[in-house]
């Protein structure tokens, strides 16, 4: 009965707007929609399923820690192909050229240090969520408190370009106003979270890896068929669309030096603090089958963004001058360029490959979002509420009802921020939520697990200015200062905080501890090498801590 009504509620939203025509020259495309109802369909069909295999909390956050490392490792490449990715890389290499590939490397680069430094202890020292490892010797109460604050700045931003790619992708498909497709966004998610847990967006996320992967390769292969399989012929004919050598060169998207360097920092860094993907690393049962996931996840994520980069240029050639795809109203392409993949799709296949793409594109989002939304109502749930404001002493089922609370409000928070962030380019957007990752989360995981020093103290003051100075920042720069708050000139000049604030999180981390002499330090530094034992071993307590 409750499924009925939440898919009648959900028709709703998608019809109420039915009359609804958007600007641009296309008409509904009745093959897209079918096959975008189809998968929504199914993966509600693969929730009601989890559901009735979620029981319990572990069941919940980790899928009762059943999944293999392959599975896992095309679930975190299902996870972090994100519209970020996808739609909105592919649009920065529409727009700006061969400076677009900043973002591509730069989204891989991180994978490495993972795979290196943090999947095998993390694994062997968590349970939940990655504040188990982080509190494993120091104090429980002001580490989860901050990692869980660390976590849901970095889910909100990472939220907002996910619901922008979605709202702008349905716009398109569905001829709905922006804002009912943000809230159809918003339903969908609340329900696979709710109700399947982590099995759900799992398999969500697998079986949308799979269909990426295969449309964006078959995208890729058309475009390099249509310029005779030669990257020279797809640059000279780029270069000819755009009137313009420039986009061959670097500079076009990150002029100055400082700016450069930071988004480096953040997306290299800033891997290693997303709590949705340390996650995901707890679902397998054992440190090997976590470095196996790592393995697997590198080589498809690698893959992609390979296509990415081809399918931009790919757009540069295909839509630039034809009329079809531009919109004679607001100029440049019809949904910005956030949406070149998508037509890109339509000019290789027609209708049908469009519909497929555009699917494609949608479980993209509720794969990820799912994935985000999850992470969030875990700090509440388990970090805030089991271990904070419980102390320990809360039995499973109050916690997941907590857990389900908080996913529906994590959702109305991120229909609202979709809607107020609508003009942002989703690749940028979650350029800033990897910087808040890598000066919050990172700085006191890798410290925690690393250094013999750490403190409770250094922990929690280097983490909170790290975690203060990247949001202070972020809220100081044109993204938000001046396009979502309309004032004329930023604060903050440059484009992304990390290089600032994930320094001041290591500074203050490290002085803050070494001035610590008291007997809590004592013996928080005395408890390091019983956790690093059971770090490289998996040998001990699991999730213990001394406090």
Known sequence: MKWGLLLLALSNVLFAAGDAQFSGKRDLNVSAIIMFVLFVVATLGITYWAAKRTKTAKDFYTAGGGITGFQNGLAIAGDYMSAASFLGISG??????????????????????????????????????????????????????????????????????????????????FGLD????????????????????????????????????????????????????????????????????????????????????????????????????????????????????????????????????????????????????LDPVKGGIIGGGNMSAIHTAHAIGGNLFLGFISAVAFA???????????????????????????????????????????????????????IAFEKQNIAFMVGLAFAIAASANFPILFLSMFWKKLTTKGAVYGGSLGLFTAVVLVILSKAVWVDVLGYKTAIYAYGNPALFSMSVAFVGIWIISLMDKSEDAAKEIAAFDHQYIRSQTGIGAEGSSNH
């Open 364 to 418: 993209t989002i509720l794969a990820v979002v799912s994935g985000l939304t999850l992470a969030g109502a875990s700090a509440v749930s388990h970090d805030l509420y089991a271990n904070v404001v419980a102390r320990g002493k809360v039995d499973e089922m109050t916690e997941m009802r907590v857990s389900k609370y908080s996913t529906i409000g994590l959702g109305i928070v991120a229909i609202i921020l979709g």
């Open 178 to 325: 922006y804002e009912y497709a943000v809230i159809m966004v918003g339903i969908l998610m609340i329900l696979y979270v709710t109700f399947g847990g982590m099995l759900a967006t799992t398999w969500v996320q697998i079986i949308k890896a799979v269909l990426l992967l295969s449309g964006a390769s078959f995208m890729a292969i058309m475009i390099m068929y249509k310029v005779g399989f030669s990257f020279e012929s797809l640059f000279s004919q780029a270069v000819a669309a755009k009137k313009s050598v420039a986009i061959m060169a670097p500079g076009g998207l990150v002029s100055d030096p400082i700016s450069a360097i930071s988004l480096g920092i953040a997306l290299m860094f800033g891997t290693a603090g997303l709590p949705h993907i340390l996650m995901r690393f707890f679902t397998v049962s054992d440190a090997k089958e976590a470095r196996k996931s790592v393995f697997v996840a590198t080589g498809f994520i690698g893959y992609f963004y390979i296509l990415t980069f081809i399918i931009g240029f790919g757009a540069i050639v295909l839509l630039t001058n034809d009329p079809a795809y």
């Open 92 to 173: 920065l290499v529409y727009l700006k050229g061969f400076d677009g590939l900043i973002y591509s490397i730069g989204f891989l680069v991180g994978w490495p240090i993972i795979l290196f430094l943090v999947a095998e202890q993390l694994r062997n020292l968590g349970k939940y969520t990655f504040s188990d490892v982080a509190s494993y010797r120091l104090k429980q109460t002001p580490i989860r408190i901050l990692a869980a604050l660390g976590s849901l700045a970095t889910v909100a931003l990472y939220l907002i370009a996910q619901m922008v790619g979605a709202g702008q992708l349905i716009q398109i498909l």
